[in-house]
């Protein structure tokens, strides 16, 4: 018994330093929030191992396996409840867990190669939903996955090559069902395995979460004192799971027509952000052109000397903290505002003509110049630090995103019209 335990305690200190700062231990430093990735990714394997049992990956079978699996096989409707639950929290928790990396400085010299892994986690997630998504084969998956695929066709040069080869063919059909089940039970989850070990490797290395300087000097062992606060995490986390997955079931329409569209037609909720744009800039520059920047900025950023706040204070000083609640504050009104002036007033056809120039490269070059303005403003008249400008740049990006994808899930409508969130039934 001894032994085993010994086991068990060497197989943690593997993916944790042997202590940890004390300062460390503090909840409200990173909310658990690597922990619940790591519970919800567990959730998802379980699950998924169970649902494998049942399901039949084609066309003419798969909507027919869901339907048995939840009116005929024990529990089978919470095993996958709970499996839509985890997956759709997983994207939410994996989000903050970036914003959380972003607001207390984690990202710089030490942690950069950690910061890319995280990204590249981040995009599998989402693949992992959305190759999830479609599996059901019922008209919510169909139809969102057609959305989703379109977009690529938006891509230049090789767009309509990459919405083929996602796709297997010109159409949705068994082609995509195959593929989209292959990425989702092999190649997703392996690389998601590998790279969560490696993430939490360099995080050990690094001597575990970022801390203040004032904290560095008292120390905790990492067995109890870390692991048993991660278990605390994780077991409410999987009690909130299995309750949600009690009382809320995963949706399941009718099987797949082709030649029926709901309306509205709309992408997964982690996309609609991206769906809200199409609505108002080019697709070129809404699927690919903002994207790409998006990425390379993010890529880039712990490269950029003193680009990260001080490790460990949530905001870097209280100073930073003012200037966050006035950037979300001000991001929040002005995506509201532009929206309503875009939908309202600028959408005319007069105004709309030759859309690669007025709704691609012009709003474009506007919201360069306005990153540029608003750094100068931050840095050079109100005395904020670079890190403290970068900070706000990031999270005024994170809040537009955020609440593209408000407007997306709960004030569209028919026709993708905007309707408040009770006239369609959303709430």
């Keep these: 018994m001894r032994s085993s335990r010994r086991s068990i305690t060497d197989l943690i200190l593997h993916l944790h330093p042997r202590s940890v700062s004390f300062s460390t231990l503090r909840f409200t430093l990173s909310w658990g929030l690597g922990g619940m990735a790591v ?3 567990g959730l998802l394997f379980l699950t998924g191992i169970l649902l494998l049992l049942v399901y039949q990956p084609s066309t003419d079978s798969a909507y027919s396996s869901v339907l048995t699996l939840t009116r005929e096989v024990p529990f089978g409707l919470w095993v996958r409840n709970i499996h839509y639950w985890s997956a759709n929290l997983l994207v ?21 190669l950690n910061w890319i892994i995280g990204l590249a986690l981040l995009v599998l997630l989402l693949a992992a939903n959305f190759t999830g998504y479609l599996l059901p084969w019922d008209q919510l998956a169909y139809w969102a996955v057609t959305i989703c695929t379109s977009m690529l066709g938006y ?11 996602f796709r297997g063919g010109s159409e949705i059909g068994p082609s995509t069902l195959a593929n989209f089940f292959v990425l989702h039970v092999a190649f997703i989850p392996g690389s998601l395995f590998i790279l969560m070990l490696w993430h939490f490797w360099l995080v050990r290395r690094a001597g575990g979460l970022v801390q203040a300087e004032q904290g560095r000097a008292e120390r905790s062992p990492t067995v109890p004192d870390l692991v048993m606060r991660e278990a605390a995490v994780g077991l409410t986390l999987v009690a909130l799971v299995l309750l949600l997955a009690m009382v809320w079931n995963a949706p399941l329409q009718e099987q797949a027509n082709p030649g029926m569209s709901p309306n509205p037609t709309k992408a997964p909720w982690y996309f609609q952000g991206f769906q809200e744009l199409l609505l108002h800039i ?30 460990g204070v949530w905001f870097g000083s209280e100073r930073g903290r003012v200037a966050a609640i006035w950037t979300a504050v001000a991001g929040i009104a002005a995506t509201f505002g532009v929206i309503l002036l875009d939908t309202l007033v600028l959408s005319s056809d007069a105004v709309a003509a030759n859309t690669l120039i007025t709704r691609g490269l012009a709003p474009t070059a506007v919201l360069i110049v306005l990153a540029v303005a608003l750094y100068a403003l931050m840095v050079r008249k109100l005395r904020y630090t670079r890190a403290e400008a970068v900070m706000a740049g990031l999270l005024l990006a994170v809040v537009v ?14 026709g993708m019209h905007l309707v408040m969130p009770w006239a369609q039934g959303a709430m």
């Design 39 to 41: 519970t919800l990714t």
């Design 401 to 414: 995103l955020s609440m593209c994808t408000v407007v997306g899930v709960w004030f569209r409508g028919q």
């Design 155 to 165: 891509i230049p040069l090789c767009g309509e090559w990459l919405q083929a080869l």
């Design 282 to 311: 080019h697709p070129v520059y809404a699927v690919f052109v903002w994207p790409l920047l998006g990425g390379v900025i993010l890529l880039a950023i712990p490269f950029w000397r003193g680009s990260s706040l001080p490790s």
């Design 92 to 112: 939410a928790v994996a989000l903050l867990h970036l914003l959380r990396v972003i607001l207390t400085g984690a990202f710089g010299p030490g942690r950069r």
